[in-house]
């Protein structure tokens, strides 16, 4: 059966046989605990950071194996998410740990969201539409100034990420 991102991907390949793709780590750790029993979370994160910080790829699928040994039978339906996305979850791992750090953690969007959930979430409800347009407003604000910081190892990233994807990326950047 072929999903809408399959579809996706299918056609991404067609037409940039040259793009590489990465799912996002984080989303495929919250789909997965949302399997996960409550009581069982703690301990099943523990093993899982395991897999997803580990420095090298075959650590990775060492652990991916444990986690597979431990966790298998009683949640399948996770593992196979992770086995079944793991050439594009793994992906990163070709990266050394300043290039892996600055695709992990650059997600503006969701910097955003989780901002305004952090806003909004104590909140009961709002008086009008414009006293939640100036909460938001000034979390944007707030959220902007973090924005301005540079990001580590920028330069070493950027020679490293050029190098990886050849004149690719010179045309896209200043180093």
């Known amino acids: 059966m072929l999903t809408a991102s399959r579809v996706f991907l299918k056609q991404l390949r067609t037409f940039t046989p040259k793009t590489e793709i990465q799912h996002c780590i984080i989303y495929q750790v919250r789909n997965s605990l949302k399997h996960v029993a409550s009581k069982h979370q703690k301990a099943f994160m523990a093993d899982l950071k395991c ?3 580990a420095t090298t790829l075959n650590a990775a699928e060492l652990a991916l194996d444990e986690l597979e040994a431990k966790w298998g039978e009683e949640y399948p339906e996770v593992i196979n998410s992770w086995r079944n996305k793991w050439p594009t979850l793994s992906a990163y791992f070709k990266y050394p740990d300043y290039v892996r750090t600055a695709i992990y953690t650059t997600n503006a969007v969701e910097a955003v969201h989780r901002q305004f959930r952090k806003l909004t979430k104590t909140k009961g409800g709002f008086a009008n539409e414009n006293s939640l347009l100036k909460l938001l407003y000034a979390g944007i ?4 100034e973090r924005w301005t910081h ?16 050849e004149a690719r990326l010179d045309a896209h950047i200043d180093l």
């Open 150 to 165: 540079p990001v580590q190892n920028r330069n070493l990233t950027l020679s490293r990420l050029s190098i990886h994807f």
């Open 141 to 144: 604000l707030r959220a902007s």
């Open 51 to 53: 897999v997803y910080n």
